[in-house]
């Protein structure tokens, strides 16, 4: 059996600096396939359209989760992201100060939010998420000079925006317009209830221009415990959203510039540089590919 029927199995949502946790939807899967006479061809479509009026349903209650609702559609919307498979695509992070690039070659269950990602440098060396389990296979610990756990769905919840907003725990507030880049912006800023994952102290705020309702930027903390002690973070970033890319129907960056955000609240000093390249989705993925394979370890969590 393809993993397009295994994507039924909801695991944990890792959203950038630790992970967040998704409703569990076993009851509902088991009811969709007795309403199908057990037909496993009809689950996913049945599901998706339970999934995209549930989140459209709760988005709509709220003005901010409207500003969220219209960007979905703008970027491509949900049905056709739960639609079009597993996500896989290059993305690699290149700090402008010399320290630690982070490139690799992932896909992603974007049902489930499970995650495998390989080195761009070493296609031996590997990490990856489960749902459950964090975990690594690589010769020795120069493979991933960084928390892999940490890191298995971060830039997944970069490039995913803004489909990945309408979970449990996901607390959406609508903060005034702004302009931005000649354009004004609708501005929601993102937090998460207390207990919800490693990191519920991160909050994100998205800019999305108001005439395309397209996202432009993302300023963003990270409070992940790994590195820093309860409370503390550093210092909010400012994430340029640069170019535009159509697959399969949905709208992706194909770059970001991460700044320091200035007292201003514009962005500052440039610190990072994200390519995005090799986006693209895919069905075509066999049963296990995202479990824990021979000889990896795991990771623990903060």
Same mark, same amino acid.
Not at 74 to 100: C, E, I, M, V
Not at 165 to 179: A, C, K, R, Y
Not at 199 to 217: I, K, M, N, W
Not at 281 to 289: A, C, V
């Given at each position: ?20 946790e998704?409703?569990?939807s076993?009851?509902a899967i ?17 599901w ?7 989140a459209?349903n ?5 003005e901010?989760?409207k500003v969220v609702?219209?960007a ?10 739960y639609?079009n498979?597993? %996500?896989? #695509?290059?993305? &690699?992070?290149?700090? +402008?100060?010399?320290s630690?690039?982070?490139? =690799? !070659? ?24 489960t749902?459950e ?7 020795d610990s120069?493979?991933f ?10 830039p997944?919840?970069f490039l ?5 907003l309408?979970g449990?725990?996901?607390n959406?507030?609508l903060?005034?317009?702004i302009t ?5 912006q609708d ?10 994952g ?7 705020? %998205?800019? #999305?221009?108001? &005439?395309?309702?397209r +996202?432009?930027a993302?300023?963003?903390?990270v =409070? !992940?415990?790994?590195?820093?002690e309860?409370?503390e973070?550093l ?14 129907g949905?709208v992706?960056?194909?770059d ?7 007292e201003d ?6 610190i ?7 986006v693209?989705?895919?069905k075509?993925?066999e049963e296990?590919?995202?479990?824990v394979?021979e000889?990896a ?5 903060p």
């Amino acid at each position: 059996m393809k993993i397009v029927f295994q994507f039924l199995v909801v695991g944990l949502l890792l959203f950038s600096s630790g992970c967040k946790e998704e409703p569990n939807s076993k009851e509902a899967i088991s009811e969709l396939q007795k309403d199908t006479a057990d037909n496993d061809a009809d689950v996913p479509s049945l599901w998706i359209s339970k999934r995209v009026e549930k989140a459209k349903n709760r988005l709509e209650k709220s003005e901010a989760g409207k500003v969220v609702w219209n960007a979905t559609e703008a970027h491509g919307g949900l049905a056709k992201w739960y639609g079009n498979g597993a %996500l896989a #695509f290059r993305f &690699d992070y290149q700090p +402008l100060d010399g320290s630690t690039q982070r490139d =690799s !070659y992932q896909t992603i269950d974007t049902w489930s939010n499970r995650a495998r990602h390989t080195s761009a440098t070493d296609s031996t060396a590997q990490f990856g998420w489960t749902g459950e389990k964090a975990w690594v296979k690589a010769k020795d610990s120069t493979a991933f000079a960084y928390d892999t756990r940490f890191w298995a769905l971060t830039p997944y919840y970069f490039l995913a925006q803004p489909f990945v907003l309408d979970g449990e725990g996901v607390n959406l507030e609508l903060l005034p317009q702004i302009t931005y880049k000649n354009k004004v912006q609708d501005v929601v800023k993102v937090t998460f209830d207390s207990g919800t994952g490693d990191a519920p102290d991160d909050y994100y705020v %998205l800019y #999305f221009t108001e &005439d395309t309702h397209r +996202l432009s930027a993302i300023r963003y903390i990270v =409070s !992940y415990p790994g590195y820093f002690e309860k409370g503390e973070h550093l210092p909010e970033k400012f994430m340029e959203v640069i170019g535009e890319k159509r697959v399969d129907g949905i709208v992706f960056p194909t770059d970001y510039k991460t700044h320091w955000l200035t007292e201003d609240q514009k962005p500052g000093e440039y610190i990072t540089k994200i390519e995005v390249s090799d986006v693209n989705f895919t069905k075509d993925i066999e049963e296990g590919f995202f479990d824990v394979p021979e000889g990896a370890e795991i990771v623990d969590g903060p």
